[in-house]
């Protein structure tokens, strides 16, 4: 009986997930036309800070808790599906065109900021430290980097607002558009979070291992308000807020959900990550930026071979998991 009241839970959750990110992107869009500012910059601030609410909550939780490995997974893990499965989908369903300014500026700004924590994560190898830290200076570097992010930013809207020609006439009046974006950001982390306990609930009742709820449940489940606004934009040719969400959310990711807890309660020391996980950390990065940059647009081939990258690098750790006994 438990089990299936938290199934119904778990539908009542993706339901509010769906209409969340329907009425996320419509507030997001009209506020755009709004205020003259391309629909990219909303997507990078708005739509990116708000669905990164659900990591920023688990982060937080896990350093409370001690459980320092659960806070890097879920920075790593998402930023990892975020590029590889959100965009690939997304992709396969509308190939996704790429501004040249994003390509430009905004895409190796993601790089950078992911080579910075592999920088600050790798002690041993590049300190000769004994063991891999990252410490509270570490977490005040990676807030330091996003005052950068947001001068870039408040730089660019002022950009945008200057050579602003043609905007396209705003759906809903302003009032009602930020009303639309606050009840689908509710909409989309709350739905998430009932999702995830939900299904984590689920998963203990039928035996499956803490380690393996955390290498799936809560890395999916945390990336699902990203996931169906990444559905819903692709499907509505809103590319520019499907771009600017995935490059917002990686680099809020890095620097506010693992920065912010580590600044605000000090070092923490993962034990568990592999050399694995730091290459695809990167490589998914630079893989995002290589697809943009060859004919400014990420096709539907492109986007599938994304899709095969990330059931390959999943299939490697649940293989992991299994063959050391985690399940």
């Given at each position: 009986?438990?089990?299936?009241?938290?199934?119904?839970?778990?539908?009542?959750?993706?339901?509010?997930?769906?209409?969340?990110?329907?009425?996320?992107?419509?507030?997001?869009?009209?506020?755009?036309?709004?205020?003259?500012?391309?629909?990219?910059?909303?997507?990078?601030?708005?739509?990116?800070?708000?669905?990164?609410?659900?990591?920023?909550?688990?982060?937080?939780?896990?350093?409370?808790?001690?459980?320092?490995?659960?806070?890097?997974?879920?920075?790593?893990?998402?930023?990892?599906?975020?590029?590889?499965?959100?965009?690939?989908?997304?992709?396969?369903?509308?190939?996704?065109?790429i501004k040249k300014d994003s390509i430009a500026k905004e895409?190796?700004?993601?790089?950078?900021?992911?080579?910075?924590?592999?920088?600050?994560?790798?002690?041993?190898?590049?300190?000769?430290?004994?063991?891999?830290?990252?410490?509270?200076?570490?977490?005040?570097?990676?807030?330091?980097?996003?005052?950068?992010?947001?001068?870039?930013?408040?730089?660019?809207?002022?950009?945008?607002?200057?050579?602003?020609?043609?905007?396209?006439?705003?759906?809903?009046?302003l009032g009602t558009s930020i009303i639309f974006i606050i009840?689908?950001?509710?909409?989309?982390?709350?739905?998430?979070?009932?999702?995830?306990?939900?299904?984590?609930?689920?998963?203990?009742?039928?035996?499956?291992?803490?380690?393996?709820?955390?290498?799936?449940?809560?890395?999916?489940?945390?990336?699902?308000?990203?996931?169906?606004?990444?559905?819903?934009?692709?499907?509505?040719?809103?590319?520019?807020?499907?771009?600017?969400?995935?490059?917002?959310?990686?680099?809020?990711?890095?620097?506010?959900?693992?920065?912010?807890?580590?600044?605000?309660?000090?070092?923490?020391?993962?034990?568990?990550?592999?050399?694995?996980?730091?290459?695809?950390?990167?490589?998914?990065?630079?893989?995002?930026?290589?697809?943009?940059?060859?004919?400014?647009?990420?096709?539907?081939?492109?986007?599938?071979?994304?899709?095969?990258?990330?059931?390959?690098?999943?299939?490697?750790?649940?293989?992991?998991?299994?063959?050391?006994g985690a399940i």
């Amino acid at each position: 009986m438990e089990i299936f009241y938290q199934v119904i839970l778990l539908l009542v959750g993706f339901v509010i997930l769906i209409k969340g990110a329907d009425y996320m992107i419509d507030g997001a869009s009209s506020t755009a036309s709004h205020f003259k500012v391309s629909k990219l910059l909303i997507g990078l601030t708005i739509i990116a800070f708000g669905t990164g609410a659900p990591e920023l909550a688990v982060s937080i939780s896990s350093i409370i808790n001690g459980s320092t490995d659960m806070l890097l997974g879920n920075v790593i893990g998402s930023n990892i599906l975020n590029i590889l499965l959100l965009v690939g989908i997304g992709a396969v369903i509308r190939p996704i065109r790429i501004k040249k300014d994003s390509i430009a500026k905004e895409l190796p700004l993601l790089i950078l900021t992911t080579v910075a924590l592999i920088v600050l994560f790798l002690d041993k190898a590049l300190n000769g430290a004994e063991i891999n830290t990252i410490s509270r200076t570490d977490g005040i570097i990676c807030l330091l980097c996003f005052a950068i992010f947001i001068f870039y930013i408040i730089r660019m809207a002022q950009k945008n607002r200057k050579a602003a020609k043609e905007v396209e006439k705003p759906k809903f009046k302003l009032g009602t558009s930020i009303i639309f974006i606050i009840l689908g950001l509710i909409g989309v982390v709350g739905g998430a979070e009932l999702v995830v306990t939900s299904a984590s609930t689920i998963a203990s009742a039928i035996g499956v291992s803490d380690r393996m709820i955390a290498l799936t449940i809560v890395a999916f489940g945390t990336s699902l308000p990203e996931l169906i606004t990444t559905i819903k934009a692709a499907k509505r040719g809103e590319t520019e807020l499907l771009v600017g969400n995935i490059i917002g959310s990686n680099i809020f990711n890095i620097c506010i959900v693992l920065g912010l807890p580590v600044a605000m309660f000090g070092t923490i020391t993962p034990e568990s990550f592999q050399i694995a996980d730091v290459v695809m950390l990167v490589g998914s990065a630079v893989i995002l930026y290589i697809t943009a940059k060859t004919g400014s647009k990420i096709t539907r081939a492109e986007g599938a071979l994304m899709l095969l990258a990330f059931i390959a690098y999943y299939s490697f750790i649940i293989y992991g998991a299994i063959a050391g006994g985690a399940i």
